[in-house]
Nanobody, 120 residues
């Protein structure tokens, strides 16, 4: 059974950092790109970042470029989203997802999400 479980969310002050984890099971992580999306209240879900399976290429939305870093540890079946210099507008539920192949391909499965709140 394909599963993705996010963790690491919480409340952080503006300028702070969080590291989100996406623990995967039921499929070969090294064969699938993993993406992160977020959804703020009243807004549509938006793509944040993606890491390919083939060469670990990473892609970032302009709104997070330079602040977020995506990495993967295939041995631990886990993908990490390091978020630095957080802003109140980063507040959202963050979801990880497994793509069928590369970034931009159909989503195979979603995680349940983890809440990130940036507030003083």
């Amino acid at each position: 059974q394909v599963q993705l479980v996010e963790s690491g969310g919480g409340l952080v002050q503006p300028g702070g950092s969080l590291r989100l984890s996406c623990a995967t099971s039921g499929f070969s992580l090294d064969s699938h790109a993993i993406g992160w999306s977020r959804q703020a209240p009243g807004k549509e879900r938006e793509g944040v970042s993606c890491i390919s399976s083939r060469d670990n290429s990473t892609y970032y939305a302009e709104s997070v470029k330079g602040r977020f870093t995506l990495s993967r540890d295939n041995a631990k079946n886990t993908v990490y989203l390091q978020m630095n210099s957080l802003k109140p507008e980063d507040t959202a539920v963050y979801y990880c997802a497994a793509h069928t192949i590369g970034c931009g391909t159909q989503i195979k499965a979603w995680g349940q999400g983890t809440q990130v709140t940036v507030s003083s």
